[in-house]
Every structure is written in C-alpha cells, then in structure tokens.
C-alpha cells in the first residue's frame, strides 16, 4: 500500500501523519514546535517526520513524498519560505523542501498551510469532486487558498490567494501586514480581539473589560463572541462588523472567481455558524445573485484531523501534475 508524510507546521504546534492515498490518517505525531528551545524547529519537523517514517517501515508502506504546509508565503519557483514566516521566524528565507528531500531520500513538496488545506479539502474533504474551489481559513490569522479549475493558484511570487490580506474596506482600520482594511483585521481572532481592547480601553464598565478581568489584554475573540450571544452591545457591534467584512469578502470571491464552493472554515468560524443567515445576507448586498446562486458557501468549524492532511494532499497534487507533465512530454507515454 503506499502512503505520504502530511506535516503541518504551525507557531505552536506541528503535527506529522502518515496519510493513506484515500487520506486515512494511519499514524499522527505532534509536538510543540519550539520545545527544543527558540529557533528549533526543523529539529522537531525532522523528529516527527522520523517517527511517522519509522511507523510506514513497520507497516511495510511505500512512502510517495513528504509534504509541508508552513504558515508562510512560499515561493512556487524556488520553494523559499517567505520573510513573513512571523511564527516560525527561523524558516524564513529557508528553502525547507530540498534539504528534507535530502535528508529523507523522498519527494518533498511545502506550500503555504492554507493552500495546502484547500488541497485537504478538494482532495479528500467538502471540496472533493469540484473543479474550483476557495477556502477562507478564519483563525487567530486568516490565511486562503484558491483552486481554480483544478490548479492551486499561488500566483507569479505565492501570493496567490492571500485574501486574508486584501481589503475589504479601502479607508479601514490599519493592518498589521502593513495594509488597511484588510478582511484579516475584521474577521480574524486577532483582528476582533484587538478591535474589542481599543474600544473597551478606559471605559471601566463595559461588560467586555468586566469579563476579561479589567484587563484589556485578556478579551479575546471568543470573549467578544460570547458577549455578543448575550446582548452587549460593543461586542455586538465588532461581531456585526466581522459579518459584513466576511459578506464583502464573499462578495469579491464570487464576482471575481465564482467557484463551485466556498468554504469557511477555522475557530472563528465555528463561533460564526450560529451567525450564517446574517454573512448570508450581507453577501446579498456585494455578490450578482447569479453569481451567488452558482456558488456554494458553506461555515464549517476548523477540523483539526485535516491539518496532517493538507501536506499529504499537497504531495499527491504533486505527483498527479508531475506524472501529467511526463505524459505531455512523452508522446505514448
Ligand atoms: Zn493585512
């Protein structure tokens, strides 16, 4: 039987697994990433890609690749992980995928986490049997990954399909990338946390403050959800606004690309899926409803066992693209 290594690397916690071609996750390691100590963490990416390898060799499994989703822009030419690798500082820069090649003797692919999951997902997931579709991956950041008529779109740099970082609003409210009004400083676990603390601060009273404890440090983006479900008013008004930020955004994913599906997914999303009905209808306002109608938008909170999944999905989008180049170049072969 044959199988491929999935990790995903994340700023606190990186996971192994050893995925089946059908994406049963056979074996699964994890680890703190930097439990070594700060920059460590290709020890503890080497570490647990050991122990999965060491379970295929028990298993008798022939191992295809090794596949990475990092949280970072990856070049698509050269595979260098991009300075803005701001979890994991010590990849950036890093070109990961030829020294784990090297050092595993196997195929090894590493692509931006959320591109990989969209892979996840098309491949094995709520996406599986679509020509297009995009994922909007709504956690403490917010990452995207867009397959368009059956290719991954990382665009000329890997940039391709970081919606998290366009704006929804052209005059907003700055962005810690740099940009403003992106969708990320509206409807991202970040971006609602720090919208609650800048309107709490000073105000002693507010139910949000009272809540964390009076320090504003401590409000948190389920903190602000929670106050919302029970009527407070600032929070209501931050939980609305991340509906209509979302909403714009549908409406930019529809017109623009008008996918089969699209899916939204993360921590903040499951906090959203009472909330469908109302991002529904504030896409209304933004998508042709033609457009809207062809679309299938689906809220679905984050599935932690597709993260191994994503590098495995990666590595078989790989092998498939590979394998038809081959045939392309080789008539009647
Ligand atoms: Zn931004």
Known sequence: MR????????????????????????????????????????????????????????????????????PAVVDPSGGRIGGEALHVPELAGRALGPWLAERFGLPTFVDNDVNALALAEWTFGAGHGVRSLVVLALGTGLGAGIVLDGQLVRGAEGFGGELGHSPVKFDGRPCWCGGRGCLAVYASGRGIAEAARARVAGRAGEALLTAAGGDPARITAPLVFRAAAHGDPTATGIVEEACLALGAMIGIVVNGLNPELLLITGGVAGALAPLEGRVLRAAEGFAFSRALARTRIRLVPGDKRLTARGGA??????????????????PGG
């Open 3 to 70: 199988a491929v290594i999935g990790v995903d690397v994340g700023g606190t916690t990186s996971v192994a697994g050893l995925v089946a071609s059908d994406g049963a996750v056979l074996a699964e390691a994890s680890a703190p990433t930097h439990h070594r100590g700060p920059g460590t963490a290709v020890e503890t990416l080497v570490e647990l890609i050991e122990s999965v390898r060491g379970r295929a060799r028990e298993e008798k499994l022939e191992l295809l690749g090794i596949g990475l989703g990092v």
């Open 313 to 330: 999905a990666l590595v078989l989008y790989e092998t498939a693209r590979a394998e038809r180049a081959g045939c392309a170049a080789s």
